[in-house]
């Protein structure tokens, strides 16, 4: 095909948007409607995901060490915690410390303190941060290893509930996005499928001319994905509108942040490159195909 | 040409609706081709567009032998068929121009020639004037015209006329023939198909009358136009 033909096909599919505009407002919409669904439900998987990673970060495994241990074996004791996998942050914290916010927590009660005179019944410890607590038993048996350790206190039961919300999240928000993607697909393919069916006999008559597949395949893949790009741009807005909203009231939230964490909440700016380029492909690539593959029932002429 | 050996067409329903048909219309005849309705004159039309496959026989098209053409090569032996229809089937979104310039987009002519062409063909079917009309502004004859513009304008071998009287007064339907019949005469090989004996009596020439899916009469016959 020649440039002026493909060129006039391109033409073709930009009027045809006006032509047809009634169609072409109801795809717009649809599709619209479709990605702001998916968008949204995917941005508060990610939203939650975060979230729980917040409180998650929040939990400390603490290694208690033996009383007797040196100075020289603690240093060879964190280098060797710092080794192992999954292991985030290795904090010393010496007995003198622990010692000291021990007398803090419990100034009423001086009294135990003269007691023990200039002795301090405490031993040094490790505070870990571990990367995936849902690893978090293996992690411990592995510091049970070292010989220098004396104890380990680990938030069993919360780690246990975090790993269970996080896979029961999982599986409600996966099955959410994939009955959004679901419905929107019949949605929009029932659109297009009523866009084309409305110009049947256009298509039929471009066929008895002989015109080609691709001839007449060319201004509805255009149409669409001009739509479908608007689309897109409309839905980053209404996202991007809705979103912030929701961030700015959730980062007033100060309990809330107290819990999940202050950053837990993603800010738009920090993914708003690939939104805008899931919305806009996503949104001109779905118009795109769509239209032109809804030509095929009546294109076998 | 045209040229049917021994065709049958059965539908998947169980209808025969051609029975042992061999016909052949050679490059610069005019024929008009009568039946009733039912009698096979579509099925007919369908075959020689490649629209549906003869169940046994074969038929040739413009060199084109259709039993062994591929689907990809179905749009070049349209573009050597120009196709009238009894309802126009003009695209409502389109000027008069546009509908008569998008065959020619078809066959991805030069927009130069395009300019030059289609007022050319416009005029040949005293269409002047009427380039930015929209159909919905048209009558039945200039829709018909319209429609004869558009099959007349990449110049095909074989013009199919589909009952293109049938939507229009009498009057306009002698205009129409004329019109069918000076194309003719340029060279073009001219099938009209109809069911007007009366337009067929007038006109004459040569008529192939389908009954039941069978040729039952297929000769020349003097015309009456010229004895009023």
């Known amino acids: ?301 | 040409m045209v040229e049917l050996k021994d065709v049958s067409v059965t539908y998947s329903s169980g209808v025969d609706a051609l029975e042992h048909v061999s016909l052949k219309i050679n490059d610069g005849d005019f024929a008009f081709v009568v039946g009733a309705s039912g009698a096979g004159k579509s099925t007919l039309i369908k075959l020689l567009l490649k629209e549906i496959d003869a169940t046994s026989g074969t038929v040739s098209v413009n060199g084109y032998q259709l039993d062994a053409l591929k689907k990809r090569e179905i749009p070049k032996l349209r573009r050597t068929i120009g196709i009238v229809f009894q309802d126009f089937r003009l695209i409502s979104s389109m000027t008069v121009y546009e509908n008569i310039a998008f065959v020619l987009r078809v066959i991805d002519a030069p927009p130069k020639y395009i300019r030059k062409r289609v007022p050319y063909v416009m005029n040949l079917v005293g269409l002047k004037g009427k380039a930015k009309a929209h159909p919905d502004e048209l009558s039945g004859g200039e829709s018909q015209r319209v429609a004869i513009a558009r099959a007349l304008v990449n110049d095909p071998k074989l013009l199919i006329a589909d009952e293109p009287t049938g939507n229009i007064d009498p009057e306009l339907s002698y205009g129409i023939v004329d019109l069918l019949k000076s194309i003719n005469m340029q060279g073009t090989t001219v099938m009209m198909v109809t069911h007007e004996h009366e337009l067929v009596k007038r006109f004459g020439g040569r008529i192939i009358n389908i009954e039941g899916g069978q040729i039952v009469f297929d000769d020349i016959m003097e015309g009456t136009e010229y004895e009023t």
């Open chain 1, 1 to 301: 095909m020649k440039l002026s033909g493909l060129r006039y096909l391109a033409e073709q599919g930009v009027e045809n948007i006006w032509k047809n505009r009634m169609m072409a407002f109801a795809s717009f919409c649809v599709l619209l409607v479709s990605l702001v669904l998916v968008g949204i439900s995917v941005l508060a998987y990610q939203n939650v995901t975060s979230m729980i990673g917040g409180v998650e970060a929040k939990n400390e495994v603490i290694v208690y060490m033996k009383d007797d241990t040196d100075e020289a074996a603690l240093s060879q004791t964190q280098q060797t915690l710092l080794n192992l996998p999954n292991i985030a942050e290795v904090n010393f914290y010496s007995k003198d410390d622990a010692y000291l916010a021990l007398k803090d927590r419990m100034a009423d009660y001086d009294v135990l303190f003269e007691s023990l005179g200039d002795d301090n019944p405490l031993v040094d410890s490790f505070r870990i941060k571990i990367q995936d607590i849902a690893l978090m038993n293996k992690t411990v048996s592995q510091i049970e290893q070292i010989g220098t350790v004396m104890k380990i206190s680990a938030p069993y039961e919360f780690v246990s509930f975090l790993t269970q919300l996080r896979t029961v999240l999982s599986w409600v928000m996966g099955a959410l996005i994939l009955a959004m993607v679901i419905v929107s697909t019949v949605i929009i393919s029932n659109t297009t499928k009523t866009s084309v069916y409305s110009r049947r006999e256009e298509i039929r008559i471009m066929k008895y001319v002989g015109a080609t597949d691709s001839f007449i395949r060319i201004p509805f893949f255009v149409e669409g994905m001009i739509t479908g790009f608007f689309a897109g741009c409309g839905a980053l807005l209404i996202t991007w509108i809705v979103y912030d909203a929701v961030t700015n009231i959730l980062n007033n939230q100060a309990t809330l942040l107290n819990i999940i964490g202050v950053g837990s909440v993603i800010p738009f700016k920090e993914i708003y490159l690939p939104i805008t380029l899931a919305y806009l492909l996503g949104g001109a690539g779905i118009g795109a195909v769509g239209s032109a593959f809804s030509t095929e029932k009546y294109i076998d002429v």
